[in-house]
């Protein structure tokens, strides 16, 4: 893997901020001219270090007010490949994990309403085909949204 240094990080940190900010202000922020911010964010990208690009939508301004975790609880762990595809289905659905702990996997969704979110949970999700149990944590509010902190990306020593 390429090394990612000081000026590296410097942008990832100012980008992950600010994802539309002008590849000349990063420039600038950093002391460098817009051509090498072009040429780092590109090669990051390539790297995989940065991966997706895109919006943050508001689910609650197109009328998504309840965020949902869902502890799913399966006949067999080794079901997860065919319960995943299921899910995919359900446009609702916005994040899948595979996890340890009390549940196989935990699912992000977010419902228009309670009722909404019932017609889900009881139609949709508790019919798939290996699910033996489900439960509900509906988030009253987020509190913490962020990137992870680039000061702890995995890193080789600077020269």
Request: glycine residues 6%; contains cysteine; hydrophobic residues 35%.
């Amino acid at each position: 893997m390429e090394k990612i240094d000081k000026l590296d990080r410097q942008i990832l940190s100012i980008i992950s901020k600010n994802a539309r900010i002008p590849f000349k202000d990063v420039a600038e922020e950093c002391g460098v001219s817009r051509a090498a911010i072009h040429q780092r964010v590109q090669r990051m990208i390539d790297m995989n270090v940065i991966v997706g690009s895109g919006y943050h939508i508001n689910p609650k301004i197109l009328g998504y007010n309840t965020c949902t975790y869902i502890g799913i609880k399966l006949e067999r762990g080794s079901m997860y490949k065919d319960v995943v595809p299921e899910f995919e289905k359900i446009p609702e659905v916005v994040e899948c994990h595979f996890t340890t702990g009390p549940y196989t996997m935990l699912i992000k969704l977010y419902a228009r309403d309670n009722e909404h979110l019932m017609e889900l949970l009881n139609t949709r999700i508790q019919e798939i085909p290996g699910v033996t149990d489900t439960e509900t944590l509906i988030s009253l509010r987020q509190s913490v949204k962020r990137e992870i902190p680039i000061r702890d990306i995995v890193q080789e020593d600077e020269d």
